[in-house]
């Protein structure tokens, strides 16, 4: 996956919808912020499966920003 591309379409997405004006923060403010959420979730995730010793998936997929 490009996470350039993803970023972008993200982008696009909430402006789209305008959601950029429900809390007046731009649209790249917010697609930044739900990548690093996305990221941070897939880190806890490996942090449960590290403790528990399990492994539900070979590959896990990471976006950077």
Sequence with gaps: MNEDIFE???MALINKHSLENIANIPDFIIAEHLIKSLNQLNDTFKSRD???DY???KDKIT???
Excluded: A, G, N, Y
Aim: cysteine-free.
């Design 50 to 52: 590290s403790f528990l």
């Design 55 to 57: 492994k539900p998936f």
């Design 8 to 10: 972008q379409e993200l």
């Design 63 to 65: 976006i950077k920003v």
